[in-house]
C-alpha cells in the first residue's frame, strides 16, 4: 500500500472512527462563554452572571441565575468538546480526501 506521509486511507479511517464514537456521547451543550458581573462593579455589589456568545452571526448575550451555573458550565465545555472533536475529524477527513485523490491519478 502506498503512504502519504506515512499515512494510509485505512489508517486515516481508524483515526476518524472514534471521533465520531465520541460525537455520539457529547452532552446537551451551548457555545459562549459565563461571565461574572457586577452592577455596581466598584463596590463588588450585585453579582450575576452573563453568558455570551455568538450564533449565525449574531452576538447573543443571556443572564444565567446562579443554580444553572454548574449546567450551563457543563454545557460550555461540552460544546468545547465538541468543537474540538469536529476539528480534528475535518483535518483527517481532507487528509483522506486528497490521499484517496492521489491515489486515483497515480497509474
Known amino acids: ?3 502519504m506521509k506515512g499515512q494510509t ?16 456521547n457529547v452532552g446537551p451543550m451551548r457555545p459562549g ?7 455596581l462593579p466598584r463596590q463588588g455589589v450585585g453579582a450575576y452572571y452573563q453568558l455570551s456568545y455568538t450564533h449565525q452571526m449574531k452576538g447573543h448575550t443571556r443572564y444565567v441565575r446562579p443554580q444553572f451555573v454548574a449546567e450551563v458550565r457543563q454545557q460550555i465545555a461540552e460544546y468545547q468538546k465538541f468543537k474540538k472533536l469536529t476539528s480534528r475529524w475535518v483535518t483527517l477527513a481532507i487528509a483522506r480526501s486528497q490521499w484517496a485523490m492521489q491515489l486515483a491519478v497515480e497509474p
Request: aromatic share 4%.
Open 1 to 3: 500500500m502506498i503512504h
Open 9 to 24: 486511507l485505512a489508517a486515516l479511517d481508524q483515526q476518524i472512527e472514534p471521533i465520531k464514537r465520541e460525537l455520539q
Open 33 to 39: 462563554s459565563l461571565s461574572q458581573q457586577y452592577r
